[in-house]
């Protein structure tokens, strides 16, 4: 086991350099075993990955029986686990949270393409084998995928899903099926029926490989950093994290480009997903979450309003949300939240619409239906009219195409394109539906991070005293000037977000707030 390492279970689990990463794994599995037999014998899902992280780097993550991120409550003890300082404390935190039931605990496995992937997945058969737990090893697969399959167990009455686990073609069949149902005469003169994909190297490569088999009638997809052998390569120069920080294509990609062809990059896992394009004039043009969850609220919009639903659709943003995409939202006449940074914090927010709508810029999101939502588009509570019924329709194809657990790179690649046909955008309409405002993030060291205290879902300090207005006042000069301050989560700085009209704006803007925080 692991000596002498401090573990911390975020919102992506445990992750850290693999060969650190064993207590974490172990006691994971034991939290998981725990959780499920709380939960009467539900189903619980590991996974082991490090995203986008470095090849050498890896981690490990719960499922929870909804098929989305674990319990808050349940991620300090997994951190209690994983930090017992001896065995005699392990058994003694076991007992603390032990649920007494007759249910057997039940786990499914599921991990990337990472060289340390199988080693650290055996560990964890050892650990659930002495749990007493029965589980079912799916071997590579997305992240997505396993959260997907986890909420399609629990949800199931099929006695086979439950025993043996349901087979992974369902995921494909289940995506493509209603990829095909979503306006079918679309498919006839397309305006998106190519896409080039960026698969990171990682562990949606294959997935993507089935999936642009079962639609390529309808939509060719060319797959690029596909090499799952050559583990180097795994996030090395391509990505969905790479494109986005860099503004850049792939390096594999580089002079290749074509003109106002759509490209995407998913990132390790496939968990986010990013589109851009380079115009006639080779300049680059990034479509980050922001325009992904722009394209989806504004058809889904059209839709609702179509089927005579009186649904509450909203899109739920962070601080990082570019102002232009809030802007563009608010003139369509959509409600928009904010939220702290984090996906549990969007995804709960995101719960409380009938539909709602989560992106953040990385690419990470996804589309929430509510229980209500689906059964009324199940069973209307009215008698529709053609064209409300075929409103009706497609909604309930994105309810099962996109993926309901959680922010999922294949099932938001096929909606996003799905929606880009049928509001006839190609990439260049896409990217001019609104223009993203000039914008700079700076890191400032600080020495106790702790002290800069913020309200307003993150927008506004309150601690220290008069620096907010301190930072008001500087804004104020600027011309669609907008800047905020923000304490890491897990190192001695603090973020500095500036945008304004220009880039000489916001790059001034920018250095002035940090020179405040300095």
Known sequence: MTKNKKYSYGTAGFRTKASDLEAAVYSSGVAAALRSMELKGKTIGVMITA?????EDNGVKIIDADGGMLAMEWEDKCTQLA???SKAEFDFLIKQFLTPTTCQPKVIIGYDTRPSSPRLAELLKVCLDEMSASYIDYGYITTPQ???????????????????GPPITEYYDTLTSAFSKIDPSMQDSPTVSRVVVDCANGVGSQPLKTVAGLVKDSLSIELVNTDVRASELL???CGADFVKTKQSPPLALEGKIKPNQLYASIDGDADRLIFYYINQNRKFHLLDGDKISTALVGYLNILVKKSGMPFSLG????AYANGASTEYLQDLGITTVFTPTGVKHLHKAAKEFDIGVYFEANGHGTVL???KALANLAHPFFTPSPVQAAAIEQLQSYSVLINQAIGDAISDLLATISVLNALHWDASAWSNT????PNKLAKVKVSDRTIYKSTDA???LVSPDGLQEKIDALVAKYEKGRSFVRASGTEDVVRVYAEASTKQAADELCEKVCQLVL
Do not use: C
């Open 51 to 55: 995203s986008h992280n470095p090849v």
């Open 315 to 318: 899109v739920v943003q962070t």
């Open 83 to 85: 930090n017992a300082p």
């Open 434 to 437: 609104y223009k993203d405002l």
């Open 369 to 371: 239906f509510s229980d």
């Open 146 to 164: 396993l959260h997907w399959l986890v909420r399609l167990i629990n949800k199931s009455t099929a006695a086979s899903f439950l025993e043996e």
């Open 235 to 237: 996030n090395n120069g």
């Open 458 to 460: 993150e927008r506004r």
